[in-house]
């Protein structure tokens, strides 16, 4: 079973997969039966996956505190 750093990082590499396959050959928006179709929505939609994924796994990194001792 995957763990949550393991699918946020999957999920991540599918989205940025899909956003480089989008700018390497752009589709331009179309209507399908009256439903509109935006690729510009669509890579904005992605975009913001990514950020997401970004900002939960910056959560998951060790941090440090920098701190200096003195003795009396």
Same mark, same amino acid.
């Given at each position: 079973?995957?763990?949550?750093?393991?699918?946020?990082?999957?999920?991540?590499?599918?989205?940025?997969?899909?956003?480089?396959?989008?700018?390497?050959? $752009?589709?331009?928006?179309? !209507? &399908?039966? =009256?439903?509109?179709?935006?690729?510009?929505?669509? &890579?904005?939609?992605?975009?913001? !996956?990514?950020?997401?994924?970004?900002?939960?796994?910056? =959560? @998951?990194? $060790?941090?440090? @505190?920098?701190?200096? =001792?003195? !003795?009396?």
């Amino acid at each position: 079973m995957a763990t949550e750093i393991e699918q946020i990082h999957a999920i991540r590499d599918q989205s940025l997969t899909q956003l480089k396959q989008l700018r390497e050959s $752009p589709k331009p928006s179309y !209507t &399908v039966d =009256g439903q509109q179709v935006s690729w510009q929505q669509y &890579v904005e939609s992605l975009q913001q !996956t990514i950020d997401w994924c970004d900002q939960k796994l910056a =959560g @998951y990194q $060790p941090f440090e @505190y920098r701190s200096q =001792g003195t !003795t009396a």
